[in-house]
């Protein structure tokens, strides 16, 4: 069975047959019973105490749980050929002062070294409200139009393009990837970062934060927002990024590396916790100790549906 689509379903025939002794098997008497069984993708990074990339790892150097109970590793890719598809939200709000065409640049300059022939990008905006500015697609040219569309406004609806851009990703299948660029404020108050972060798991996309501020240690400067950036790389799976030296293209690049250096370990769960609603897993090295390698991958995920919400966020006309 091959991991094409991220959560793949398989069908066990169960016969039951009616009757007591020698009664023969009658087509009235047969009942399929179907089970679904979810393949979980857990992708993995893996670095040195240097903060070196480590590959060359094999199946039989993982180790992996779910909720404590150890799991079968059913697929292993060192690079995945699972389609990637990417969400570059980038904040325009009044609270980033950047150059827009210079950040157009560096983005445009990401999507065309990224993209392959089977990968999607779709680009968003996010100010007062979230905008589409170019649906999914592989055609460069639609993406270099959509960063041509920037424009400024004043509030930074954060959480929004979060939940947001995760429920488009949801929808697709394979690698589903979302990076934020923005200095972490959140003025709109429209979403929480813990419904930002559960829709984010619940539709099992990575998170990357490209954290844009003016001074990266500036004193008596809000750092909530940052931290929150970082959090949801974390728990996500995916990793943060300050624009330092090297401006945003250094940071792309680095969100780059980190995409085309990921380990894809697929299981089918065993003996999962009845009545558990979100399943936190473990991945481990057992062969080196703890503190040989940096290990990163998305904090678990859910099998439970959501609450239904109050209220939800939308996409701006």
């Given at each position: 069975?091959?991991?094409?689509?991220?959560?793949?379903r398989?069908?066990?025939?169960?016969?039951l047959?009616?009757?007591?002794?020698?009664?023969?098997?009658?087509?009235?008497q047969?009942?399929?019973?179907?089970?679904?069984?979810k393949?979980?993708?857990?992708?993995?990074?893996?670095?040195d105490?240097n903060?070196?990339?480590?590959?060359g790892?094999?199946r039989?150097?993982?180790?992996?749980?779910?909720?404590?109970?150890?799991?079968?590793?059913?697929?292993?890719?060192?690079?995945?050929e699972?389609?990637?598809?990417?969400?570059?939200?980038?904040?325009?709000?009044g609270?980033?002062?950047?150059?827009l065409?210079?950040?157009a640049?560096?983005?445009r300059r990401?999507?065309?070294?990224?993209?392959?022939?089977?990968?999607?990008?779709s680009?968003?905006?996010?100010?007062?409200?979230?905008r589409?500015l170019?649906?999914?697609?592989n055609?460069?040219?639609?993406?270099?139009?959509?960063?041509?569309?920037?424009?400024?406004?004043?509030a930074?609806?954060?959480?929004?393009a979060?939940?947001?851009?995760?429920?488009?990703?949801?929808?697709?299948q394979?690698?589903?990837?979302?990076?934020?660029v923005?200095?972490?404020?959140?003025?709109?108050?429209?979403?929480?970062?813990?419904?930002?972060l559960?829709?984010?798991l619940?539709?099992?996309?990575?998170?990357y934060?490209i954290?844009?501020?003016?001074?990266?240690?500036s004193?008596?400067?809000?750092?909530?927002?940052?931290?929150?950036?970082?959090?949801l790389?974390?728990?996500?799976?995916g990793?943060?990024?300050?624009v330092?030296?090297g401006?945003?293209?250094?940071?792309?690049?680095q969100v780059s590396?980190?995409?085309?250096?990921?380990?894809?370990?697929g299981?089918?769960?065993?003996h999962?916790?009845l009545?558990a609603s979100?399943?936190?897993?473990?991945?481990?090295?057992?062969?080196?100790a703890a503190?040989?390698?940096?290990?990163?991958?998305?904090?678990?995920?859910?099998?439970?549906?959501?609450?239904?919400?109050?209220?939800?966020?939308?996409?701006a006309?």
């Open positions: 069975m091959t991991p094409q689509g991220g959560l793949r398989r069908a066990l025939a169960v016969f047959i009616a009757g007591l002794g020698s009664s023969l098997l009658t087509p009235a047969e009942t399929t019973l179907h089970v679904d069984v393949l979980v993708n857990v992708f993995v990074n893996v670095t105490r903060g070196a990339i480590v590959g790892l094999t039989e150097d993982f180790a992996l749980a779910e909720d404590g109970r150890p799991q079968q590793i059913a697929v292993f890719e060192r690079q995945s699972l389609p990637l598809n990417l969400t570059l939200a980038i904040d325009t709000s609270s980033v002062h950047k150059d065409a210079e950040e640049s560096a983005a990401f999507a065309h070294a990224l993209l392959r022939t089977q990968d999607q990008m680009l968003l905006q996010f100010a007062t409200d979230v589409i170019t649906p999914f697609t055609k460069l040219s639609q993406i270099d139009r959509g960063l041509g569309q920037l424009h400024s406004d004043f930074t609806a954060l959480y929004d979060v939940y947001l851009g995760a429920e488009k990703l949801g929808q697709k394979g690698r589903n990837v979302l990076v934020l923005s200095d972490g404020g959140d003025t709109a108050q429209s979403t929480t970062y813990a419904e930002a559960e829709h984010s619940r539709n099992e996309v990575m998170i934060s954290i844009d501020v003016p001074i990266e240690a004193a008596g400067r809000d750092l909530g927002g940052e931290h929150a950036l970082i959090a790389a974390e728990q996500t799976g990793k943060s990024f300050y330092t030296e401006g945003l293209d250094k940071a792309f690049a590396d980190d995409l085309r250096t990921q380990y894809l370990l299981y089918y769960p065993r999962p916790v009545g979100f399943h936190r897993l473990q991945v481990t090295i057992p062969r080196a503190e040989s390698f940096s290990i990163r991958y998305k904090a678990g995920y859910y099998t439970e549906g959501p609450p239904r919400p109050a209220t939800r966020p939308q996409i006309p």
